[in-house]
């Protein structure tokens, strides 16, 4: 399988701690995309990483690819309540369809 | 503007029985993708349509499962035969095509096999 995994499943912190969500992957990428759940929703796109980059930002989101260790980091700074979701990568290699991970289940306690 | 809509929202139904449930896309999106969930998982891929290509089936579980997109619009899933671990949650994303763009779900059909 592909399938891509995150570390840890689960994660439960209190409002403005941090948050890292880990994933990594088997296959060679083009790219790699990261999403939010909440419950009974759909995913909402948060941020893509290209292969050739090692960081990227968006507003309290940073994430970090090391495509030597086939692993990306997803943090979120200044956890709020309203983060509390599950977490999912997405790798897309040369195919136009994405693996998703199996998710990391953060909880912020208020 | 809108974004995907996916109905019905929740179906419940007898084993045996035949389900189909629907996907309206973001309009212009060339790319649908139908996906399953089951409790506290991943996604799974089940089909994808791209424009006029044909589609790529491979992620369809059984025989029973089938996908339809006419154009660059509505896409159907149907179940036949329904059994009870085909329960889960049905999601189906769009988006411009290209593996640089976003994915944009819908909330999904929670589907309970009774």
């Known amino acids: 399988s592909q399938q891509g995994e995150e570390d840890p499943q689960a994660l439960s912190i209190q409002e403005g701690e941090n948050a890292t969500m880990n994933c990594s992957y088997k296959?060679?990428?083009?790219?790699l995309q990261w999403y939010r759940q909440n419950s009974g929703r759909g995913l909402v796109h948060l941020i893509l990483?290209?292969?050739?980059?090692r960081e990227k930002h968006s507003g309290r989101l940073r994430v970090t690819l090391d495509t030597s260790k086939k692993s990306s980091s997803l943090l979120i700074t200044a956890s709020r309540a309203a983060d509390t979701a599950s977490y999912f990568c997405?790798?897309?290699?040369?195919?136009?369809?994405?693996?998703f991970g199996r998710g990391t289940s953060l909880i912020v306690h208020p | 503007g809108a974004g995907v809509s996916q109905s019905p929202s929740n179906k419940v139904t007898e084993k045996g029985k035949d389900v189909e449930l629907r996907c309206d896309p973001i309009s212009g999106h060339t790319a649908l993708y139908w996906y399953r969930q089951r409790l506290g998982q991943g996604l799974e891929f089940l089909i994808y349509?791209?424009?006029?290509?044909?589609?790529?089936k491979s992620g369809l579980p059984s025989d029973r499962f089938s996908a339809e997109r006419t154009g660059e619009s509505v896409s159907t899933l149907t179940i036949q035969r329904t059994q009870q671990e085909d329960s889960a949650v049905y999601l189906c994303?769009?988006?411009?095509?290209?593996?640089?763009?976003?994915?944009?779900f819908g909330d999904g059909t929670r589907l309970s096999i009774l």
């Open positions: 349509f791209q424009g006029n290509s044909a589609p790529d």
């Open positions: 994303a769009s988006s411009w095509g290209q593996s640089t763009q976003p994915q944009h």
């Open positions: 997405a790798e897309r290699g040369g195919s136009y369809i994405p693996t």
């Open positions: 296959t060679s990428i083009n790219n």
């Open positions: 990483i290209r292969s050739n980059e």
